[in-house]
């Protein structure tokens, strides 16, 4: 396994007991109350000690409900936000963001610490509906021991994707179901243009690149350089993942290699940014406001890249060495403006579904 899911399974399900620890018999307003419920994607993790000392000092007891894939959970938290499943939703990134602000997915609330946060990682600043927690970037990783038992080099560009040398060796997430999906759609639409990424896209179906939903079956079964990939056999060794996945496959492995079983396609990256939100209608709204403020406090944000492989955006916070020399940041991603995408994002996947599916 890698990042964005490593420890998501075994935390959250700690995380759901240590709430239902702190649940009340009496039911009613009361346990409600005192129960903050998080709605995430299922790459939510966090150290127990971290979570722990929140639930001390506000004394609320949180409770996870994780919904699969960023864009399948985005999707049905716009369809219950009229009965929330909870009060807060972490996990809309960039890519979404629009579509969850013109839903009104989230009510107004400036978290403490706001002003800590990086300044390229700050938006809606006149309405404070999303607070920014982390950045990372969607890239193509390979399996370094596949390219070397084939003699090849990797590919180390968007170009290099759609050369008969790679064909039929990547995998990628649909983009209307899945955030690293959609980022690295929005990727090459920042490459090629507006235009030109329909010709980039004929070019890789044309080179069998294979779809599939979201990111677990992608990584974790059909790319053979991960841990659970080399189990099942997978034959694709390009995947879209992220940077920081090379780490988590050294840093959690047993024994633990000397260096990343996988790289980094330096020139196929997107940088993605994550929120989270008060959500419109919450039952806990005071609950939901102490846990945003926690989300920016340094001792949360010191602690996510080793839980979530993503990197922190409050000034000062700290990422571990070990992090930092398997996954760092790429050097030059794609970008796009927000507006941007939130004019062009469902033309887009609607072409892209189109011209790739069908």
């Known amino acids: 396994m890698s990042s964005k899911k490593y420890f998501a399974v075994v935390v959250g399900l700690g995380l759901v007991a240590l709430s239902a620890c702190g649940s009340s018999d009496e039911g009613g307003s009361q346990s409600e109350s005192k129960t903050v419920t998080l709605v995430s994607h299922n790459s939510w993790a966090v150290s127990k000690g971290v979570l722990a000392a929140f639930e001390k000092e506000s004394g609320y007891k949180v409770k996870v409900l994780e919904d699969g894939d960023a864009g399948q959970a985005v999707n049905k938290a716009i369809l219950t936000k009229d009965n929330p499943q909870g009060d807060v939703f972490f996990g809309v990134d960039n890519t979404l963001l629009s579509r969850a602000l013109d839903n009104g997915l989230f009510q107004p609330y400036e978290a403490k610490g706001s002003d800590l946060v990086l300044p390229e990682y700050r938006v809606d600043e006149d309405k404070h509906r999303v607070t920014p927690i982390d950045s990372g970037d969607i890239c193509v990783n390979y399996d370094k021991a596949w390219f070397t038992?084939?003699?090849?080099?990797?590919?180390?560009?968007?170009?290099?994707?759609?050369?008969?040398?790679?064909?039929?060796l990547l995998v990628t997430e649909n983009a209307s179901t899945s955030s690293p999906g959609l980022g690295f759609l929005l990727g090459t639409a920042a490459k090629y243009g507006d235009d030109g990424w329909r010709d980039y896209w004929t070019k890789l179906k044309a080179n069998g690149v294979k779809v599939v939903d979201g990111w677990e079956q992608a990584y974790n079964e059909e790319f053979s350089g991960s841990a659970g990939g080399k189990k099942a056999k997978a034959d694709r060794p390009l995947v879209v993942s992220y940077a920081s996945s090379p780490p988590a496959e050294v840093i959690y492995a047993d024994p633990k290699p000397t260096t990343a079983p996988t790289g980094v396609a330096d020139g196929t990256c997107f940088r993605q940014v994550e929120y989270a939100g008060l959500l419109s209608n919450a039952r806990n709204a005071e609950g939901g406001k102490a846990f945003l403020d926690f989300l920016l406090t340094k001792q949360f944000q010191d602690d996510m890249p080793l839980n979530m492989f993503v990197y922190p955006v409050r000034e000062g916070a700290q990422v571990p060495a070990e992090f930092t020399k398997y996954g760092p940041q790429a050097k030059h991603p794609e970008t796009m403006d927000p507006a941007k995408i939130a004019d062009n994002r469902d033309d887009w996947v609607k072409s892209w579904t189109s011209l790739v599916l069908k």
């Open 149 to 168: 038992a084939h003699k090849l080099q990797p590919p180390t560009s968007y170009d290099d994707l759609v050369k008969p040398a790679y064909k039929n």
